[in-house]
């Protein structure tokens, strides 16, 4: 992995102050009525929080373009809130009775009056109607237009060093459309950055990791190097590959056979074909069958350079290669999205859901919390209610800055890893030994201290933060029923005293000092493209590690769906055997690997860097017995995926 590189991913934009609400995604609540024009229904969350008093610069030009999106809140809102609840707790009769996505679009979906009656308001309005799915209307024109449209002003507002339009205040829509409309996005112009949740070396330029390593935890000790925390320390894994991760989360002679398995991100690989089948048979995987793997694509791609698409290649290799090393029968389709904009990632789950196209999603990208505007939250929670009625599951990186102060200033978590309606993957540093025997887990939280110049010592010792699992109290989200009774309170009330969402929900390997190793196709110094493997963690790999481990859960199910698998994860929170209860000192004294890297990422010519790497060391945030905010629940043990055996 390169150190402590994040790649940008625009899009997410959210900043925000609205709670989500179970069951009340239809955002169309009636004001009260304007004494001088037809009653008015707020689209709450649509003024971003920095778009304050002090901050207004003005007016925007009336005949500046603005490109928004209509979503659709369908005919029953509060019925899809409902329904996605009761399908995925197993203490409900309607439990595991999935819709097909013919069924929940005519149950929930807009109808023709609908969306024909909110066509006919923006056009009205001199808007002109350029997209229509099932989802949402995408509209185009001038400020002027959208003001009338939405009933606000649009003005520029400071925001940090920069100025940026948004409303004055919360835009609305004609209370005879009866909640049609779900929110409206793209009236407020700032970019929204995020990022994969990885630190991936940019594909066309190789990486390589330095030796000497561990071929498993333990086996190379760092004889030569100082002690650290009183004695000498292993180096730093070469790469754990899927034989280890299968026997560490006890997949037995289960492999994901008849399950699906989405993974999102943006852009596509050229190369991932090429790749995959190479990294399996190098590496020990099944090989993969004819048909196995699928990509859906859209037509055209944008903003390439904004959202640095190279950079995805490698989250998307990453995500492939390790579902199939962990589920090596699944079958899996890599969804690429348009760009990193909210409005194509959106895209590419929508299509998943609306296609059906598998029962597990897999996803490495997210943002801030401080970042996330109401609109899109309700956008996001829309799709992921949709797919938890068809047994769908979503399953999000909960980040890998801990608890973003080091990144932001600020303590916060990251989205939609928030969402009470996905489930948030943590991340842990992982010892498996001889043998592949599974040994222990900490928290994933690093801190670096260098070689000393002598070499007798470590300067600083145990240096400073450089990343770790995310994980946090959410500021926004309300506390979901799965978590009550389970994450301590102290944690829940950190934000609001009535409590609020906790991440993570699981945990899975993620530091990069245990990591994985990964195959890819890169450009070497002398131009040539040439398979080359590395090893790398973060979050990104703990999502689809946990995402394939559910997919042999299903198989163990008897290929029967999981769904949103939050209540049922939390149901068997406390059960022997089901989860590793991780601790950042599992063995009672300080941990750490010793790590040599190439200065300039590929070979010793411009020679090395020594390095120790403390583990469980999380910001903040602590890996303590029971539930706790780097690694939720825990890890899956070997008793895990037999749990859902049916009998």
């Not at 595991?96 to 929930?108: I, N, V």
């Not at 590419?348 to 943002?367: F, M, Q, R, T, Y």
């Not at 980040?399 to 928030?418: F, L, S």
């Amino acid at each position: 992995m390169r150190s402590n590189r994040a790649k940008v991913r625009a899009g997410v934009s959210m900043a925000a102050t609205l709670p989500m609400i179970a069951g009340a995604l239809a955002l169309g609540i009636p004001t009260a009525h304007a004494a001088d024009g037809p009653a008015r229904d707020a689209l709450k969350g649509t003024r971003p929080t920095w778009a304050t008093a002090k901050a207004d610069k003005g007016a925007t030009s009336n005949d500046a373009p603005v490109k928004a999106r209509v979503y659709l809140a369908g005919r029953d809102a509060a019925g899809l809130s409902a329904y996605a609840k009761a399908v995925s707790d197993p203490n409900s009769p309607l439990y595991g009775k999935f819709l097909s996505a013919k069924k929940a679009q005519a149950r929930f979906g807009a109808t023709k009056a609908q969306v024909a009656a909110v066509k006919s308001w923006l056009r009205s309005a001199g808007l002109t109607v350029t997209e229509v799915t099932s989802h949402y209307v995408t509209v185009s024109g001038d400020v002027a237009a959208a003001e009338k449209a939405f009933g606000t002003q649009l003005h520029n507002f400071a925001k940090g060093s920069k100025t940026y339009r948004a409303p004055a205040k919360t835009a609305s829509a004609p209370a005879g459309l009866q909640g049609a409309v779900l929110t409206v996005t793209g009236l407020d112009n700032a970019p929204h950055k995020a990022h994969h949740k990885d630190q991936l070396p940019p594909p066309d330029a190789v990486f390589r990791n330095s030796g000497p390593f561990s071929s498993y935890y333990g086996s190379k000790t760092a004889s030569t190097l100082p002690d650290a925390y009183g004695q000498k320390v292993p180096y730093a894994i070469k790469g754990y590959t899927g034989k280890q991760l299968r026997a560490a989360y006890g997949a037995g002679t289960y492999t994901g056979k008849n399950v699906r398995i989405a993974i999102t991100d943006a852009y596509a690989s050229p190369t991932i074909a090429f790749d995959a089948g190479k990294y399996a048979t190098k590496n020990g995987d099944a090989a993969w069958k004819t048909g196995q793997l699928h990509q859906a694509l859209p037509k055209n791609y944008t903003k390439t350079e904004e959202c640095g698409a190279a950079g995805w290649y490698g989250e998307e290799t990453l995500d492939v290669e390790a579902v199939h090393a962990v589920a090596p029968a699944a079958d899996v389709t890599y969804v690429g999205a348009a760009s990193c904009y909210d409005d194509d990632l959106l895209d590419s789950l929508s299509k998943i859901v609306d296609g059906h196209l598998a029962d597990i999603v897999s996803n490495s990208w997210g943002d801030i919390e401080a970042n996330q505007t109401p609109d899109l939250l309700a956008a996001y929670d829309q799709v992921f209610q949709l797919g938890a009625v068809q047994g769908i599951g979503f399953y999000f990186s909960s980040g890998d800055n801990g608890d973003e102060v080091a990144n932001t200033g600020v303590k916060q978590v990251d989205t939609p890893a928030n969402s009470s309606w996905v489930t948030a993957v943590g991340g842990t540093s992982l010892a498996v030994g001889k043998g592949d025997k599974y040994q222990w887990e900490t928290g994933w939280g690093t801190e670096k201290a260098t070689l000393s110049a002598d070499g007798k010592s470590w300067t600083g010792f145990p240096g400073a933060y450089t990343s770790g699992a995310g994980g946090g109290t959410s500021k926004t989200v309300p506390q979901p029923y799965y978590q009550k009774n389970i994450v301590p309170k102290a944690l829940a009330t950190a934000n609001n005293a009535a409590g609020n969402r906790v991440v993570p929900d699981i945990a899975a390997i993620a530091d990069p000092n245990t990591g994985f190793l990964v195959g890819q196709t890169q450009t070497f110094p002398d131009g040539t493209e040439q398979y080359s493997e590395y090893r790398i963690g973060g979050t990104s790999l703990a999502a689809p590690v946990i995402a394939a481990v559910q997919a042999l859960a299903q198989e163990a199910r008897g290929g029967k769906a999981l769904g949103f698998a939050n209540p049922a994860i939390y149901a068997k929170y406390g059960k022997k055997g089901v989860f590793h209860d991780v601790t950042d000192n599992p063995t009672g004294s300080g941990l750490a690997v010793a790590r040599i890297d190439f200065l300039n990422g590929f070979d010793a010519a411009d020679g090395l860097a020594t390095s120790v790497r403390s583990l469980g060391k999380d910001s903040s945030l602590s890996a303590v017995k029971g539930y706790d905010d780097v690694t939720g629940v825990g890890s899956p043990a070997n008793g895990y995926v037999q749990s859902y055996r049916r009998h």
